[in-house]
């Protein structure tokens, strides 16, 4: 028992200083590297047939907006359609998509969907099959505000047959709001312009988010679709491409403004649901990513740790746990390794501060220095999101064994729809 323990603390230790020296790579990385992009600069070309999904479950708060960003695009628009899926509102969603569909008939073309499986990827799945031939998918969540460049950003990268899936910038549109959301925009530096663009400098495995991205339809036909038993349908699709030999391609000039929760609880039902959808994805995808025959050896080993992100946090309180455990054990040995390991441990997480050396290199990136003084800040928010991850993992594991269905958490809107400004 004292030695399994102490293993296991061990291994803990160890995995999370590997976590701290690769957000220290990828900070230095953001510093001295040249940002590489594919073909984003791209303005005239033989631009393929495009169809574009804005997911929508109750967001007659915010789905018009999307509209309305969407119809000042300069992609052609005799290549493109716009379909809203209506997701079983049962707000005015409905009116609103109806409202626009009806001025411009021959672009919007809503999908109004009255049942089904609940969920975002079983309603994307469900208006794919009836939606026009096109060449390539786009998706955004309801609350997006793209940019008139935005579409061509993420879809010229697909001319390189190599590139799948594109995946765009998200930016925080209501970052002023209170602190917490200011807090949310220096992580979304910190993913984004740190995490994602680093990856994409170094060849490793940039991630689709699941909106503000482009899809080839024959890669997506390839694989099978959206899979509609998962939360994180974007990261499944991800490792599901990889296996098929595809790419993702980041473009971090392709920025899209979103909607970031104003209240903890909101935010904290938002993090359990990615929790529980990126755990269960790292399940499935774990071991097979090791055998992935598409993929070097430094990208088989980003893939772990991009499946292994969201189970640190429960790891790490476990670690704790275990020291205190060790309190109680008389062999002196396993109380010294315990407070060596766990010096390690808090070493690798805070005491070198890689997660927010990186969160700082990005922050600096985008031109926002004052933020850095909320920093420290942002401390207490990985505690309060630790917590709450782990608990995300918790209600992964008790749903398998009590065998519950896995249900899908919408994020609540704090944006109004105006009407009159139309």
């Not at 803990?12 to 220290?24: A, D, G, V, W």
């Not at 379909?83 to 409202?99: A, F, K, L």
């Not at 089904?116 to 469900?126: E, F, H, N």
């Not at 476990?318 to 441990?345: D, R």
């Amino acid at each position: 028992m004292v030695e399994v323990t102490g293993g296991f603390l061990l291994v803990i230790s160890l995995i999370m200083f590997l976590y701290s020296i690769r957000h220290f790579i990828f900070g230095m990385n953001r510093l001295f590297s040249r940002q590489k992009t594919g073909f984003e600069g791209i303005q005239d070309a033989p631009w393929p047939t495009l169809t574009v999904f804005i997911a929508a479950h109750n967001e007659e708060a915010v789905v018009g907006h999307c509209i309305e960003s969407l119809l000042k695009t300069n992609y052609p628009h005799d290549r493109l359609c716009i379909i809203p899926v209506n997701d079983r509102s049962t707000d005015g969603t409905r009116i609103v998509c109806d409202d626009w569909a009806a001025r411009y008939p021959h672009l919007i073309k809503p999908f109004h969907r009255r049942d089904g499986r609940a969920g975002k990827p079983a309603a994307l799945m469900d208006a794919v099959r009836q939606a026009p031939e096109s060449e390539v998918y786009v998706i955004f969540d309801a609350d997006y505000l793209p940019a008139p460049g935005l579409l061509k950003q993420i879809v010229a990268p697909l001319f390189d047959p190599q590139i799948g899936v594109t995946m765009g910038r998200v930016v925080p549109q209501n970052t002023g709001r209170n602190l917490l959301t200011r807090l949310l925009d220096m992580e979304r530096s910190a993913g984004y312009q740190g995490d994602q663009q680093a990856r994409q400098n170094t060849g490793l495995l940039p991630q689709f988010g699941g909106t503000v991205g482009a899809i080839k339809v024959h890669a997506l036909e390839a694989v099978g679709g959206f899979r509609e038993d998962v939360l994180a349908e974007d990261t499944d699709l991800t490792f599901r491409m990889l296996e098929k030999g595809w790419r993702v391609q980041y473009v971090n000039t392709a920025e899209c403004y979103e909607e970031v929760p104003e209240t903890w609880e909101v935010r904290v039902r938002q993090l359990q649901r990615w929790a529980k959808g990126h755990n269960q994805v790292m399940v499935r995808y774990l071991f097979s990513s090791l055998y992935n025959s598409h993929l070097n050896i430094m990208q088989k080993m980003d893939a772990l740790m991009l499946l292994g992100c969201y189970a640190i946090a429960p790891l790490t309180l476990v670690g704790w746990g275990i020291v205190l455990f060790t309190w109680y054990i008389q062999p002196a040995w396993i109380l010294q390794l315990s407070i060596t390991a766990m010096t390690l441990v808090m070493f690798g997480g805070f005491g070198n501060l890689a997660a927010f050396f990186q969160m700082a290199v990005a922050v600096r990136l985008d031109g926002h220095g004052r933020r850095l003084r909320l920093l420290p800040l942002s401390l207490a928010g990985y505690l309060v999101s630790a917590v709450t991850i782990s608990r995300g993992a918790v209600n992964l594991i008790l749903d398998k064994l009590l065998e519950r269905e896995v249900r899908w958490d919408k994020t609540v809107r704090f944006r109004h729809y105006n009407k009159e400004r139309e």
